[in-house]
């Protein structure tokens, strides 16, 4: 509790310092710490950048957070700590930084031996926010034996205004935890589903700028835009293959909706299921040789699979009524499931049967998991209005990300950045 | 699902093949001869009929054809003359074009099937003339043309009874003026998953579309588009504000 407080003061503040720069910033809470994984304790940095690296620990649902303010006098890179005084930090590790003219310098001291066991230099880059989210990342993975996933974006959409015809949408990039957002598209007429490439330089997204839905895909740096399907019909659920050629997606063009997988080079469509039912949210699994999907070919939505060349699709989910808008990152899945009249986001194995539920809210829907699997950010309700929310895949720590101007929905977690 | 696609043709069907009853009913009722004029909000007036339609109606996916007890008359086809019962399912094998069309109840089913029912007699199929509406009751807020939202029940693509009359009066209006073109916008609730929402929606407007095609109107004449959750009426998060959100609206292109 004290813990979770004084992270949240951080926050604030980092908050209030950043406010002027970016007014769009999604404000970020704090609404679980995680009290279990590995203690470690981050020194007070010049520039704040220890707070930033301590929520992106925290968010991992991996790390204990011991408060910085804790190791004040023990915060300058490279000096000897006596250690029985690192013993008293009650932390398994120290982590200490320095700003150079070079960029971000970190190392990891573990408190029982005293001793440096890693260090890292982070070279400079315009954004600062990243150099602290790159410290976190090399944190991360050393001590977790995962590749860090904190140096990521998010994209999502929002909405300003209540009627209709005075709704305005847009399709923000941000950075994973919210701040530096940019406006990379902006609409009178709804904006959908917006979908990574896999080296994160562009997205998928529908649009009904048109009137009618349409599938563009835009590149996030140069703004450059190409509508790929227009079809009679629905032009929808667009996702990005790993080897960034083809696009699978749902359209209704021959009757009702089904998948196609579109080759972007050429512009042709292949059609690979055949059902009377809804065929739609398909998502590729990292080796791209097999497509999860939502059907409700059984009679309710449910979760299948498939070869992505066409073939026969295997039921994935069996438990509960609705189970819908799969993420797949290496072997989890995360999905929409409905649990007694409330829409959740779970996960599960690939392959095997059971579910965890992660989220607690009535409405949360389009999870998307980061690209190393051990958080989900979906899209939720809060006070009638639309948030995004970041769960660690154990459920330990829980973050919520409130836009100041309108809804925020439909977030995409961007694989890692090149 | 599977069970809830097959409600749309039988529904519709029904309503088709009770429409029509109805209209031999009122025909040997006055005596009149084919006029090309439906009669409107009875569908189920003789609950007996529409029974017994129902159980008729529940063979269109299995190509029964035998006859059945409607007899020929004025069809509901914006005034083509049809004959009902003879099984041979003309809707599907395209004889739509020519002046008489021949409406099989396998036949009903089958044009569902066919997406979009194009093999549903074109426009110059109708003998009737125009019908009671006319294209500026459009702008008349007493018309029951005025009335252009049709609302589904939670998680279903079947149109309710009670909006029949609305669709029937839109359907003869734009059978009568084959200029007249709609798009029929679907919409969802908030709850499930976007894109499956769409998909949703997309089928209530093409339940829609598939009612007004049965109806006479051209296939070209109405266009859909699947708007999902993304279009709320209301911003509401209750069944009250749910119930509003799923519908189809008519929109009437370039008026």
Same mark, same amino acid.
């Given at each position: 509790?004290k813990?979770?407080?004084?992270?949240?003061?951080?926050v604030?503040l980092?908050?209030?310092a950043?406010a002027g720069?970016a007014?769009?910033?999604l404000?970020?809470?704090?609404s679980?710490?995680?009290?279990?994984g590995?203690p470690?304790?981050i020194a007070p940095?010049?520039g704040?950048a220890h707070?930033?690296?301590e929520?992106?620990l925290?968010?991992?649902?991996?790390f204990?957070?011991?408060?910085?303010?804790r190791?004040?006098n023990m915060?300058?890179f490279?000096a000897?700590?006596?250690?029985?005084?690192?013993?008293m930090?009650?932390a398994?590790?120290l982590v200490?930084?320095?700003r150079t003219?070079?960029?971000?310098d970190?190392?990891?001291?573990?408190?029982v031996?005293?001793?440096r066991d890693?260090?890292?230099?982070?070279?400079?880059l315009?954004?600062q926010r990243?150099?602290?989210?790159?410290a976190?990342?090399?944190?991360?993975e050393y001590?977790?034996?995962?590749?860090g996933a904190?140096d990521?974006?998010?994209v999502?959409?929002?909405?300003e205004?209540?009627?209709v015809?005075q709704r305005v949408?847009r399709?923000y990039?941000?950075?994973?935890?919210g701040?530096n957002?940019k406006?990379v598209?902006?609409?009178?007429?709804?904006?959908m589903?917006?979908?990574?490439s896999?080296?994160?330089?562009q997205?998928a997204?529908?649009s009904f700028e048109?009137?009618?839905p349409?599938?563009f895909?835009?590149n996030?740096?140069?703004?450059?835009?190409?509508?790929v399907s227009a079809r009679?019909g629905i032009n929808?659920?667009p996702s990005w293959? #790993?080897?960034?050629?083809?696009?699978?997606l749902?359209?209704?063009?021959?009757?009702n909706?089904?998948?196609?997988v579109?080759t972007?080079?050429?512009?042709?469509?292949?059609r690979?299921?055949n059902s009377?039912?809804?065929?739609?949210? #398909?998502?590729?699994t990292?080796?791209g040789?097999?497509?999860i999907?939502?059907?409700?070919?059984?009679?309710?939505?449910?979760?299948?699979e498939?070869p992505?060349?066409?073939g026969? #699709?295997k039921?994935?989910?069996?438990d509960?009524?609705?189970n819908?808008?799969?993420d797949?990152?290496?072997n989890k899945?995360a999905f929409?499931?409905r649990?007694s009249?409330?829409?959740?986001?779970?996960?599960?194995?690939?392959?095997?049967q059971?579910?965890?539920?992660v989220?607690?809210?009535?409405f949360d829907?389009s #999870?998307?998991?980061?690209?190393?699997g051990?958080?989900v950010?979906?899209?939720?309700?809060?006070?009638?209005?639309g948030t995004l929310?970041?769960?660690s895949?154990n459920g330990?720590?829980k973050q919520?990300?409130?836009?100041?101007?309108?809804?925020v929905r439909?977030?995409a977690?961007?694989p890692?950045?090149r | 699902?599977?069970?809830m696609k097959?409600?749309?043709?039988?529904v519709?069907?029904?309503?088709?093949?009770s429409?029509?009853s109805?209209m031999q009913? &009122?025909a040997t009722?006055?005596g009149?001869t084919?006029?090309?004029?439906?009669?409107y909000g009875?569908?189920?007036?003789?609950?007996?009929t529409t029974?017994?339609r129902?159980?008729?109606?529940s063979?269109?996916?299995?190509?029964?054809g035998?006859?059945?007890?409607?007899a020929?008359s004025t069809?509901?086809?914006?005034g083509a003359t049809g &004959?009902f019962?003879?099984g041979?399912?003309n809707?599907?094998?395209g004889?739509?074009?020519s002046?008489?069309?021949?409406?099989?109840?396998?036949g009903?089913?089958?044009g569902f099937?066919s997406?979009?029912?194009?093999g549903?007699?074109?426009?110059?199929?109708r003998?009737?003339g125009?019908?009671n509406y006319?294209?500026?009751?459009?702008?008349?807020?007493?018309s029951?043309?005025?009335?252009r939202?049709?609302?589904?029940?939670?998680?279903?693509?079947t149109?309710?009874?009670?909006?029949?009359?609305?669709l029937d009066?839109h359907?003869?209006?734009l059978?009568s003026?084959?200029?007249?073109?709609?798009?029929?916008e679907?919409?969802?609730d908030?709850?499930g998953?976007?894109?499956?929402?769409?998909?949703? &929606?997309?089928?209530?407007?093409q339940?829609?579309?598939?009612?007004?095609?049965l109806?006479g109107v051209?296939s070209e004449?109405?266009?859909?588009v699947a708007?999902?959750?993304?279009?709320p009426?209301d911003?509401g998060?209750?069944?009250a504000?749910? &119930?509003?959100?799923?519908r189809?609206e008519?929109?009437y292109?370039g008026r």
């Amino acid at each position: 509790m004290k813990i979770n407080n004084l992270i949240r003061s951080f926050v604030l503040l980092l908050t209030l310092a950043f406010a002027g720069s970016a007014w769009a910033d999604l404000e970020l809470r704090i609404s679980k710490t995680s009290d279990r994984g590995i203690p470690i304790v981050i020194a007070p940095m010049p520039g704040g950048a220890h707070a930033i690296i301590e929520a992106d620990l925290n968010r991992s649902g991996r790390f204990q957070i011991v408060s910085s303010s804790r190791a004040t006098n023990m915060a300058t890179f490279g000096a000897a700590v006596e250690p029985a005084r690192l013993k008293m930090l009650g932390a398994a590790f120290l982590v200490r930084g320095r700003r150079t003219e070079a960029g971000l310098d970190v190392e990891i001291i573990s408190t029982v031996t005293g001793q440096r066991d890693s260090s890292y230099r982070i070279g400079n880059l315009a954004n600062q926010r990243r150099l602290a989210h790159k410290a976190a990342d090399k944190i991360f993975e050393y001590l977790v034996k995962l590749k860090g996933a904190f140096d990521t974006r998010l994209v999502y959409v929002t909405v300003e205004g209540r009627a209709v015809e005075q709704r305005v949408y847009r399709l923000y990039v941000a950075d994973a935890d919210g701040y530096n957002p940019k406006v990379v598209l902006t609409s009178r007429k709804p904006v959908m589903s917006p979908s990574w490439s896999y080296d994160g330089s562009q997205i998928a997204y529908v649009s009904f700028e048109r009137g009618t839905p349409a599938i563009f895909t835009q590149n996030i740096f140069t703004g450059e835009k190409r509508m790929v399907s227009a079809r009679r019909g629905i032009n929808g659920a667009p996702s990005w293959s #790993p080897n960034g050629q083809q696009l699978a997606l749902s359209l209704s063009v021959d009757g009702n909706p089904e998948l196609y997988v579109l080759t972007l080079a050429n512009g042709a469509f292949k059609r690979l299921t055949n059902s009377r039912a809804i065929d739609t949210e #398909p998502n590729w699994t990292q080796d791209g040789r097999s497509i999860i999907f939502t059907s409700d070919r059984g009679g309710r939505p449910q979760l299948y699979e498939m070869p992505a060349t066409g073939g026969s #699709p295997k039921r994935v989910t069996y438990d509960g009524t609705y189970n819908s808008a799969a993420d797949v990152v290496d072997n989890k899945i995360a999905f929409v499931r409905r649990v007694s009249g409330a829409f959740r986001i779970a996960i599960m194995e690939r392959g095997r049967q059971g579910a965890s539920v992660v989220s607690d809210g009535r409405f949360d829907e389009s #999870p998307s998991l980061a690209p190393n699997g051990t958080m989900v950010v979906y899209a939720t309700q809060n006070g009638g209005r639309g948030t995004l929310s970041v769960v660690s895949d154990n459920g330990y720590a829980k973050q919520e990300l409130f836009s100041p101007g309108g809804d925020v929905r439909e977030p995409a977690w961007s694989p890692y950045l090149r | 699902m599977k069970s809830m696609k097959w409600m749309v043709p039988l529904v519709a069907s029904v309503l088709v093949i009770s429409g029509c009853s109805q209209m031999q009913q &009122s025909a040997t009722g006055s005596g009149a001869t084919a006029g090309g004029q439906q009669t409107y909000g009875q569908q189920a007036a003789d609950p007996a009929t529409t029974g017994n339609r129902l159980a008729t109606g529940s063979a269109v996916g299995v190509n029964t054809g035998g006859a059945g007890t409607a007899a020929r008359s004025t069809s509901s086809f914006g005034g083509a003359t049809g &004959s009902f019962g003879d099984g041979r399912g003309n809707l599907v094998g395209g004889i739509g074009g020519s002046s008489t069309s021949t409406i099989g109840r396998d036949g009903v089913g089958d044009g569902f099937g066919s997406a979009g029912g194009s093999g549903l007699s074109g426009t110059d199929n109708r003998l009737g003339g125009p019908g009671n509406y006319k294209v500026t009751d459009l702008n008349d807020p007493a018309s029951i043309l005025s009335r252009r939202v049709i609302y589904f029940a939670y998680d279903q693509s079947t149109i309710e009874p009670e909006y029949f009359e609305i669709l029937d009066a839109h359907s003869e209006l734009l059978a009568s003026n084959p200029n007249l073109t709609i798009r029929l916008e679907g919409h969802a609730d908030e709850r499930g998953s976007r894109e499956y929402n769409v998909a949703l &929606s997309e089928r209530r407007a093409q339940s829609v579309k598939q009612f007004m095609d049965l109806k006479g109107v051209g296939s070209e004449q109405s266009q859909t588009v699947a708007y999902g959750e993304e279009l709320p009426l209301d911003p509401g998060h209750d069944e009250a504000a749910w &119930s509003k959100n799923r519908r189809v609206e008519i929109k009437y292109i370039g008026r």
